[in-house]
């Protein structure tokens, strides 16, 4: 299989819909960058690594670091994770209150907003400094110590995220954070602020290609049940309410970010990022969208 050919025909299919979107301005920092870039990295277990456009562009992977955080958390509590969220489809946006009020403090799954409040409070009860931990962990992931939280998206997140400030005192008031909310929140904004670009995550992902085992070292992060649980949630929720169409498309266990980057992965081949800022109605980068659809039509590789 030729990747780079493969990627290089997607990009060029895939430009026209550059300026067809639009970005996440509702976080200020967010609204700043220009919409019209478009980069995808893929990276095998073999070692091998094929990249095009904006692979090398470093932007917030927002709710993309709700799978390492789901990760840290499995690694902590196993099984009991879910006592706590779900692992539904929501159905709904992402940061639905109402969902929440009529479930009665329990998340539909933890990577809808509530559900990553809920899995950062598990962090916030297991770590003295979690942000770092969350950090460090991606970092290792990535193989790389330049990531770094970007201090203007954090900023704009703690002025803007009055929505998340109610999820979480709602999950409170039903007893569903151990925590201080201003610490959860502190922290979960922390994780969204991110910066990483299509070859970073890439790298990082791989784990999850890999059966739950740090390809680099073969250290075991989750175990091989694990690993299948989490790229089974990725594949059902992990587009938010697109998840259905995203696993009809596309055919794959992947996580998007309002930031615009999105993630799949291939069991025991390979994971690929992609990374295009402008947003569908949905809250999922639309070229983003169509340039995996192309990429498990073009190769014929998918977990079907």
Same mark, same amino acid.
């Given at each position: 299989m030729d990747y780079q050919q493969v990627l290089e025909e997607i990009y060029h299919e895939v430009r026209p819909l550059l300026g067809k979107g639009k970005v996440a301005d509702y976080i200020p920092a967010l609204g700043k960058i220009n919409g019209q870039q478009m980069g995808m990295s893929l990276r095998t277990l073999a070692g091998e690594h094929y990249s095009v456009g904006d692979f090398s562009t470093c932007y917030s992977i927002q709710s993309i670091s709700k799978v390492f955080t789901l990760a840290l958390a499995m690694q902590d509590k196993g099984e009991e994770v879910w006592q706590r969220v779900g692992r539904e489809p929501s159905g709904n946006p992402f940061n639905s209150l109402v969902q929440l009020e009529y479930e009665h403090g329990k998340p539909r799954n933890p990577f809808i907003n509530a559900g990553a409040l809920v899995i950062t409070d598990m962090l916030v009860s297991r770590f003295q400094h979690p942000q770092n931990n969350i950090l460090e962990f991606i970092r290792k992931q990535a193989n790389d110590q330049r990531i770094i939280i970007d201090d203007e998206v954090l900023s704009s997140?703690?002025?803007?995220?009055?929505?998340?400030?109610?999820?979480?005192?709602?999950?409170?008031?039903?007893?569903?954070?151990?925590?201080?909310?201003?610490?959860?929140?502190?922290?979960?904004?922390?994780?969204? =602020?991110?910066? /990483?670009?299509?070859?970073?995550?890439?790298?990082?992902?791989?784990?999850?290609?890999?059966?739950?085992?740090?390809?680099?070292?073969?250290?075991?992060?989750?175990?091989? =049940?694990?690993?299948?649980?989490?790229?089974?949630? /990725?594949?059902? $929720?992990?587009?938010?309410?697109?998840?259905?169409?995203?696993?009809?498309?596309?055919?794959?266990?992947?996580?998007?970010?309002?930031?615009?980057?999105?993630?799949?992965?291939?069991?025991?081949? $390979? =994971?690929?990022?992609?990374?295009?800022?402008?947003?569908?109605?949905?809250?999922? =980068?639309?070229?983003? /969208?169509?340039?995996?659809?192309?990429?498990t039509t073009k190769t014929g590789i998918s977990v079907f």
């Open positions: 997140e703690q002025a803007t995220g009055f929505t998340n400030a109610a999820l979480a005192n709602y999950l409170k008031s039903h007893g569903n954070l151990e925590n201080k909310v201003s610490a959860v929140l502190a922290t979960y904004f922390a994780h969204c =602020s991110i910066r /990483m670009n299509s070859e970073q995550l890439s790298q990082a992902f791989l784990f999850l290609a890999n059966h739950g085992n740090d390809p680099l070292t073969g250290e075991p992060l989750l175990t091989r =049940s694990q690993a299948k649980r989490l790229n089974s949630v /990725m594949l059902t $929720c992990g587009c938010y309410d697109e998840a259905g169409d995203f696993a009809y498309r596309v055919g794959l266990p992947g996580k998007s970010g309002v930031g615009g980057g999105i993630v799949a992965v291939i069991p025991e081949r $390979c =994971s690929l990022a992609v990374w295009s800022p402008e947003l569908n109605s949905k809250g999922n =980068s639309l070229a983003g /969208m169509k340039a995996l659809e192309l990429f």
